[in-house]
């Protein structure tokens, strides 16, 4: 069965390897035969965030990537077949919204592939809700999902989300 | 004696003012890319040439701006030197244009983290709308057909010529301004039973999370 492809990507301090921590079944890691077999060889040299999630027979691969311009060439990669984007955004931190909003996007105007963004950091005292954090990233407010990557059964909201929104 | 050294040690900003009251030639040449020649004289830029073409006035600001941040770039002054035949005398006064260049990279780096990535593709949304702004017009009249149809800030910079990020800027603007927008592109079909079938798996396995939202 073809590997399924799960991103995660966001400003950093947004959650991305905490979120690939809990939901992984295995060590998370930047380089394994996992890795390659689901991206390719070339850039598996690259330190990615990288985890797994075995549901029946599915295994879906997970992977971690900067939002940054000089990653650009992974996203070819990475974004080729992948089954959706998770954008992790700081609730308390308005100061990364802009590049939160570069990363999208790239990601809308370059790839094929949904995305949910994953809004973190709602337990600290002075937050942007996850439909105002939609509205600046102008995307509609049922693709923002609310949740705390350190547990694991929030982590699955936005991957949740994500299947409902495709699946409907 | 001679005026020499690398842009990386002594940056465009340091070296123009030094030049602004001698007459001879400047020629800057970058690691990569084909030397830049200006002719100055009374504080003026009075020609400018890259390979065998002189330059227009806004391609000398394009090429200078590409050189401030210190690129790896050598620089040698022949004082005395002047054009043998220039097609297209300029008159670019040094001052105004070392404040234009400065103020225009202060800006960039104020909202450096802010700019568009390289590869995004927008579009029009409005482009009436970058008529109060004479810059934005002017640029959006050059780039209008690639705007009509969708662009990157990485397109546009090799079409016009232009550095990346002064792209990156003016589409950060034109952006503000709602004269484009990126241009989404339609999500892959045919991935519903996929999506539903582990949506299902999830629901199985996680069972503490209330479902109902
Ligand atoms: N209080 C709080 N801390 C969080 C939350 N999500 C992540 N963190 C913490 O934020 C820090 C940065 O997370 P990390 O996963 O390294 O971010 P990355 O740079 O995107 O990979 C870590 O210390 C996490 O434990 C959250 O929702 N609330
Ligand atoms: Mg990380």
Redesign the interface.
Known sequence: MEP?KLIVTGPVGAGKSTLIRTLSETEVVDTDALASEAIGKATTTVALDHGTLR??G?L?HIFGTPGQ?RF?FMWEILAEGA?GVLLLVRADRPETL??AR??L??V???????HVVGVTHLDRPQVWRPEEVALFL?TPPERAVGFDPRD???A??P??R???L??? | MAIFGNLKDISLLDLLPLLSGQQGKLSLRPKRGAELLLFLNNSRITCAKKGEAALPPHRVEEELFGLLDRPEAEFAFHIGDRPDRCLGRLDLRLEELLLKLSTLRDEIQSVAGALPLPDTVFAFADPGRAEGDPELRDFVRLAWSQLERGTSARELAGLLGMPLDRVRYLFYKLRALGVIQPLAQSPRPGRRGIARQLLGLLKRRFRTWSWSH
């Open positions: 399924l549901l029946d599915h879906l311009d650009d089954l802009p590049a570069n990363i996007d790239f809308v105007s370059r790839t094929q592939v949904p102008g694991r059964e929030e699955v909201k991957l949740v994500l299947l409902e495709m699946g409907a």
